[in-house]
């Protein structure tokens, strides 16, 4: 489904983002991918739809090589891979359906493009989808009158709207609180599912990539470190991903958050979450 081979990202200046990694996502499968600030998670997710472009190396996605494709040909496969941001991206003035509607753009000519005029069928699926994700009575309200959570949701049903083989997920839950973030990694996992597509989550929070995904790849220095179960997430693993200060931080920072975002009980059973993941060896 997806496959990528050997890529590389430098930077002007000699900045190495991405140096030799190799990941291979199957159809229905659902990655996360963690690690620290500047790790080059955010590049890879941009690399893959060449908002970035990388150095060398191959993306290859339903046979297609993305980084030989041409301008025309990029477009029609950016179609079939909808991406997720962490700031949203919706264009705050417009309504939600008319947010969600822009996932169809790519579907359609420019002068249909430019007068919005979006097919019966694309106004129904965006009505089905909206309702799923829970925002049937938020449909004509303006994107700057909704919540952090509820502006994510819409970032997911415009990029459900595409109708894609792949998501790529950047950053989902870094703007949410603790409750509200567990709920999008909820959806955005169960939707993936329901429509067996692979998905690939760049994610801080290793405890909600431990409790939704079944894969986890870890990123140090523009490499890929570890590749496995969240099961094999235990603190050597977790050390060699982030390194022994930084993973010390990481526990305190993240016991902080809880504990002033959810409350004592969900901060302790949180906590207890992170012990687990940093001392489990089974």
Not at 136 to 153: A, E, P
Not at 251 to 280: H, P, V
Request: net charge positive; hydrophobic share 40%.
């Amino acid at each position: 489904m997806l496959k990528i081979n050997n890529l590389h990202k430098e930077y002007p200046g000699g900045d190495l983002a991405l140096q030799g990694v190799n990941i291979e996502l199957k159809k229905g499968e659902i990655a996360a991918v963690i690690g620290p600030s500047g790790a080059g998670k955010s590049t890879l997710i941009r690399c893959i739809n060449r908002l970035v472009e990388s150095t060398a190396g191959e993306i290859i996605l339903q046979d297609q090589n993305i980084n030989n494709l041409n301008k025309k040909e990029l477009k029609n496969a950016r179609r079939k891979m909808g991406m997720i941001f962490q700031e949203y991206a919706l264009v705050e003035r417009l309504t939600v359906m008319e947010n969600v509607l822009s996932g169809r753009l790519g579907y359609l000519s420019f002068w249909r493009a430019w007068l919005r005029k979006f097919p019966q069928k694309d106004i129904n699926q965006a009505y089905q989808i909206l309702d799923r994700l829970g925002l049937k009575d938020h449909v004509y309200k303006r994107s700057d009158h909704l919540s952090g959570g509820q502006r994510q949701r819409v970032g997911i049903a415009r990029a459900l709207m595409q109708n894609p083989d792949l998501l790529l997920v950047d950053e989902p839950t870094a703007s949410l609180d603790p409750k509200t973030a567990r709920q999008i990694m909820r959806l955005i996992t169960e939707m993936a599912r329901e429509r067996e597509l692979a998905a690939l989550i760049n994610i801080h929070d290793v405890l909600l990539a431990r409790e939704y995904v079944s894969r986890i790849i870890g990123m140090r220095k523009g490499k890929i470190v570890f590749d496995g179960s969240p099961a094999d997430l235990n603190k050597d693993t977790l050390t060699t991903i982030y390194g022994e200060e930084d993973w010390n931080n990481f526990k305190n920072k993240d016991q902080e958050n809880l504990t002033s975002e959810g409350g004592n009980d969900l901060a302790d059973r949180e906590q207890r979450k992170l012990q687990l993941a940093a001392s489990s060896s089974n």
